[in-house]
C-alpha cells in the first residue's frame, strides 16, 4: 500500500499549473461536499443517511493513510455534515438538487483546469485519486499551520 506521501506526490504531478491549483482550491471541497449533500439526501434507518456510512469509510481509508490528515478530513467531514443539516432545515431547496449543481459546476471547473494544465485528472489513472484529492487540499492547509503529516 502506498503512503500518504506517495499519493500525494503522484496527485500533485498533474496539479503544477498555478490556475489548475487555485481552481482545485476552490473545486475539490465543493465536490466533497456536494457528494456528501447527494448521500445525505438518501435516508436509511439507524444511521440517519447514507453520508454518513460513506464517510466513516472514507475516514477508515485516510487514518489508514495518515492519522494527522484523518483527523484534519474528519473535521472537515464534519463541517460538511453540519453544512448538510443547515441547508436542509433552513435553505427552501432541496438539499439534492442544490448538492447536484454545485457538484456539476464543480466538476466542469476541474476539467477547466485540468485543461489548462494540460493533463488529465489523475483518477482516470485510479480511482482513489478521487479521495486523495482532499486529503491534498489539507496537506497544504497542514504545510501552512506546521502541521506534520
Not at 9 to 32: A, D, M
Not at 37 to 48: A, F, M, N
Not at 84 to 105: E, G, T
Not at 106 to 117: D, N, S, T
Request: proline letters at 5%; aromatic letters at 16%; one cysteine or more.
Amino acid at each position: 500500500m502506498k503512503t500518504a506521501t506517495q499519493w500525494l506526490s503522484e496527485y500533485g504531478e498533474s496539479h503544477q499549473n498555478p490556475t489548475n491549483k487555485r481552481v482545485h482550491w476552490i473545486c475539490v471541497p465543493l465536490i466533497f461536499l456536494s457528494v456528501t449533500g447527494l448521500l445525505y439526501s438518501i435516508k436509511i434507518p439507524v444511521v440517519h443517511n447514507m453520508a454518513v456510512i460513506v464517510l466513516i469509510l472514507a475516514m477508515i481509508y485516510y487514518f489508514r493513510l495518515s492519522l494527522s490528515l484523518g483527523i484534519g478530513m474528519l473535521v472537515f467531514s464534519c463541517i460538511c455534515l453540519g453544512i448538510c443539516f443547515w441547508v436542509q432545515r433552513h435553505v427552501p431547496y432541496p438539499l439534492w438538487l442544490l448538492s447536484l449543481i454545485v457538484f456539476v459546476l464543480a466538476w466542469i471547473g476541474q476539467f477547466y483546469g485540468h485543461r489548462v494544465e494540460g493533463k488529465k485528472p489523475s483518477f482516470f489513472k485510479d480511482l482513489q485519486f478521487l479521495l486523495i484529492g482532499p486529503m491534498w487540499i489539507m496537506s497544504f492547509i497542514y504545510k501552512k499551520i506546521n502541521i506534520s503529516f
